[in-house]
């Protein structure tokens, strides 16, 4: 599965995007604040997921991702179609690039434990198929775009997994990385098995940068 996996991979490349302007990005934070809070840590009651554990590489493809309409496109959760249009207003890459950064300069959160499951039978799914592109601790795989997934609110993994597998996120015909997920949710076949997968990975320790 792994051979076959990385040689799927290969053709994976190394994202464009520079290093933003983090006073610039703090600035346009601003009208982030109110959903992801104001050090980035998330609200729960907003569905809105803490983006100060991700990499500023996956936050701006995210952004875009939204802003371009492969996420939040007609089916998508109420969640998903409020962030796009946000991103809709960020029309410049390069102001994607100085919020991202901005983010990035804010301290990690540690993510509250919502989510139980069988934590044998997570890890042995995990470590059969998710790890070959998230990495053996989840700390994600910039070479292959593959996000950091320790220390993400597993709510929010939860939510996307099931995002994947119903086809609203991953199905855009331009979103190559979407798809390529989306083959992988199709592996977990029941909600069970999700919340096994993502309660391994929340017990996980992040490895901040
Ligand atoms: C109205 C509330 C709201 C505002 C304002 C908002 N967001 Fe979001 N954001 C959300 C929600 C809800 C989600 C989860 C979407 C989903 O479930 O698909 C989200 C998801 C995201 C994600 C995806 C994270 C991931 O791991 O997939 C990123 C990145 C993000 N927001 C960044 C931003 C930035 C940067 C801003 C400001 C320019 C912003 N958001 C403003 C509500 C908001
Ligand atoms: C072939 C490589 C590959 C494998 C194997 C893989 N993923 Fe992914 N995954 C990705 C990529 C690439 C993305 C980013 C997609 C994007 O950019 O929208 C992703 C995104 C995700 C996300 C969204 C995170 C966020 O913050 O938005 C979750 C959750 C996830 N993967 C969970 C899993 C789980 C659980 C498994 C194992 C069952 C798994 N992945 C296996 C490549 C992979």
């Given at each position: 599965m792994r051979h076959f996996l990385l040689g799927l991979l290969a053709f994976a490349s190394i994202s464009a995007f520079g290093s933003g302007d983090i006073a610039r990005g703090e600035a346009a934070y601003a009208v982030c604040?109110?959903?992801?809070g104001a050090e980035g840590q998330g609200q729960r009651a907003l569905n809105a997921p803490a983006l100060?554990?991700?990499?500023a590489e996956y936050v701006a493809r995210q952004l875009i991702s939204f802003r371009d309409g492969w996420?939040?496109?007609?089916?998508?959760s109420v969640s998903a179609i409020q962030m796009r249009a946000i991103a809709a207003?960020?029309?410049?890459d390069e102001v994607v690039a100085d919020v991202a950064a901005y983010i990035d300069s804010l301290p990690p959160t540690s993510t509250e434990i919502t989510v139980q499951g069988d934590l044998a039978l997570g890890q042995s799914q995990y470590d059969m198929i998710c790890g070959a592109c998230h990495g053996g601790r989840a700390e994600g795989n910039l070479a292959l775009q593959a996000p950091v997934l320790a220390g993400v609110d597993d709510w929010y993994l939860m939510s996307q997994i099931e995002a994947f597998r119903a086809g609203t996120r991953g199905t855009h015909p331009d979103d190559r990385l979407g798809a390529q997920m989306r083959s992988m949710a199709?592996?977990?076949?029941?909600d069970e098995a999700a919340r096994n997968v993502v309660s391994y990975i929340r017990s996980l320790e992040p490895q901040w940068k």
């Open positions: 604040s109110a959903c992801h100060v554990n991700l990499d996420r939040g496109g007609d089916g998508d207003t960020l029309r410049d199709g592996i977990i076949t029941s």
